[in-house]
């Protein structure tokens, strides 16, 4: 695994085109190294996207957004949410008919008041002490995942190992039965695939599948809330849809718990699941970062964790547009124009980190915003993803101590897609007994 750079000119980076993520990683964060240097707030016209642009005849036309690639920058703008607001679209460079908003915008996509009503209620229910028997049963679920895999000796790390855990752990929180798991993960793939044509067969009506996708996530909520509402248990559904009976103010809506639903399986699963599989990458890319974490786990996992989050930094981008005309970096911009937040790129701003492109397991500080920069929308599961990933490698590191990735990873093909995703990574290890 070598890496090949073929450096493009200034002027031909588009980041919208989906060849341009396709290129090799250590390419497109030339690329960016590029756009800090010289075009740190580039312009471009938005990308088009096959269920993106669904309904686009009724909306506006596209008019182009801003590349924020410094870590200044980002981190401005996501500290100033008067100026700079979530709430005419965060997780999609187009502007979405209000339809496909309403279902997949959920609180990510809005601001205050609404933003902090809704996130006060729900954040109450993700602190470390809520989730304590959940951030315990990690340890239990990740054994069954390595269970089910340690036999073989070789197995696609995405499929087998990074997808199931993260979306186990939601389905459970949820109180959805395990037996629900391909129904929910096909959906989220589609969601989050940017048109990857795995997920949207060309020649297919991509409005209809990307709906339908969400359609789907939003009729298997609906059906656990109404059982809920009746029988309430243990599980997070059931507290969603009973806050509230004490006092009026807590109450969530039924549409407000379907898209929160549909929020978390798709923010709460992809995500970690990136971080896990780029960081199986990495480590099998830079052995001497794999010893050194493997001979102390203990000591070097925590920032082994967050290095694996700046490195991969799993989601690409979020939006904001501006509320007012406002100034940035001593630029002028007009309300209306959109801020495309390039968490990649911020990443591995020489201005912040050292030695940005070395994978470093035992860097420290490490201030990335690879969770989001501070501000209200900060990852509501920074928490639980930290936990997800340090369990699932302190386990495969003791149980499958020599696996590694035997091909480059097959990565999301599409324009600027939400997330940095792998959708495969071959890994081989010595198979091994299951436990018991
Ligand atoms: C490595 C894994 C993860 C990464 C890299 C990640 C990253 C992010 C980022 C960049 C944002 C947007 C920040 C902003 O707009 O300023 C975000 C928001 C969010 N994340 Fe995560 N996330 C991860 C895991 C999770 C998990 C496990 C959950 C829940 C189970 C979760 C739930 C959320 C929610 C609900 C929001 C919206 C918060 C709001 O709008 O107030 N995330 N995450």
């Not at 798709?266 to 896990?276: D, I, P």
């Not at 203990?298 to 490195?311: F, N």
């Not at 915003?369 to 639980?384: M, N, Q, T």
Request: proline share 8%; with cysteine; hydrophobic share 40%.
């Amino acid at each position: 695994m070598t890496d090949t750079i073929a450096p493009v000119s200034l002027d031909d980076i588009n980041l919208s085109n989906p060849y341009f993520w396709a290129r090799p990683l250590p390419e497109r964060d030339d690329a960016f190294r590029r756009l800090r240097e010289h075009r740190p707030l580039a312009f471009f016209d938005e990308p088009e996207v096959p269920g993106d642009a669904v309904g686009a005849e009724d909306m506006p036309p596209p008019r182009g957004y801003y590349a924020v690639t410094r870590y200044a920058d980002l981190a401005e703008i996501s500290k100033r949410p008067k100026d700079f607001c979530s709430g005419q679209g965060s997780v999609s460079v187009r502007d979405m008919p209000a339809d496909i908003a309403e279902l997949f915008g959920s609180m990510i996509a809005m601001d205050d008041p609404r933003h902090a009503r809704l996130r006060g209620i729900v954040a109450r229910r993700f602190t470390p002490r809520a989730l304590e028997r959940l951030l315990d049963s990690v340890d239990e679920t990740t054994n069954e995942i390595i269970d089910a895999a340690a036999a073989k000796g070789e197995a696609d790390f995405v499929t087998d190992f990074a997808a199931p855990l993260p979306l186990l752990i939601i389905l459970d929180m949820m109180g959805i039965p395990r037996s629900l798991y391909p129904e929910v993960l096909h959906n989220s793939n589609v969601i989050l695939s940017a048109g990857d044509p795995e997920y949207f067969p060309p020649g297919e009506d991509p409005r209809e599948i990307l709906i339908g996708a969400g359609l789907s996530l939003l009729g298997m909520m609906n059906e656990l809330a109404e059982e809920r509402r009746v029988n309430p248990k243990d599980d997070l559904t059931s507290q969603l849809i009973h806050a509230g009976d004490e006092g009026e103010d807590d109450r969530l809506t039924a549409q407000e718990i379907s898209s929160f639903f549909i929020l978390l399986v798709v923010a709460g699963n992809e995500t970690t699941r990136t971080a896990l599989t780029h960081g199986m990458h990495q480590l099998t890319r830079n052995p001497d970062q794999r010893e050194i974490l493997k001979k102390d786990l203990d000591g070097v996992l925590p920032t082994a964790v967050e290095e694996i989050v700046r490195y991969a930094s799993p989601v690409t981008y979020m939006r904001r547009t501006a509320t007012r005309d406002v100034e940035l970096a001593g630029e002028q911009f007009v309300k209306g124009d959109k801020f495309v937040l390039f968490y990649g790129s911020a990443n591995r701003d020489d201005e912040v980190f050292d030695d940005p492109d070395q994978f470093d397991v035992r860097r420290d500080p490490n201030p990335h915003v690879g969770f989001g920069a501070p501000g209200p929308h900060f990852c509501l599961g920074a928490h639980l993803a930290r936990r997800e990933m340090s369990v699932m490698l302190r386990r495969l590191f003791e149980r499958l101590p020599d696996i590694e990735a035997t091909d480059e990873p097959q990565r999301l093909f599409g324009a600027l897609p939400l997330v940095n995703g792998i959708k495969h990574l071959p890994v081989r290890f010595t198979p091994q007994p299951v436990r018991r």
